[in-house]
């Protein structure tokens, strides 16, 4: 089993940034992906960042490319998720989840086993 623990979320300004941190802890070793996916009120999850985590590959969801960096660290476990020019369309819970399957499907959630509990970003504008 994994145990995934977000933090980070929070209201800001249009324009602000805000970084998400998600800690891994139990069994690590099983994880080949770790990702971010969203939902906001009324729309279906969905996916925003995915990472390696024994590597560097990352991948992006278009609307967040060039704006948001994922990364991690492997010494610490966690993985982190910096967002930058927020906009009122990223107005949702996010949710950090990893995935034992070793396929390259990264972008579906329904591939993820462990699940964060989620944290509020709020964007105002």
């Known amino acids: 089993q994994v145990q995934l623990v977000e933090s980070g979320g929070g209201l800001v300004q249009a324009g602000g940034s805000l970084r998400l941190s998600c800690v891994a802890s139990?069994?690590?070793?099983?994880?080949?992906?770790m990702g971010w996916f969203r939902q906001a009120p009324g729309k279906e999850r969905e996916f925003v960042a995915a990472i390696i985590w024994i590597g560097s590959r990352t991948h992006y969801a278009d609307s967040v490319k060039g704006r948001f960096t994922i990364s991690r660290d492997n010494a610490k476990n966690t993985m982190y998720l910096q967002m930058n020019g927020l906009n009122p369309e990223d107005t949702a819970v996010y949710y950090c989840a990893a995935k034992e399957d070793l396929s390259s499907i990264y972008y579906a959630s329904e591939k993820y086993n462990y699940w964060g509990q989620g944290t509020q970003v709020t964007v105002s504008s």
């Open positions: 139990g069994h690590t070793f099983r994880i080949y992906h």
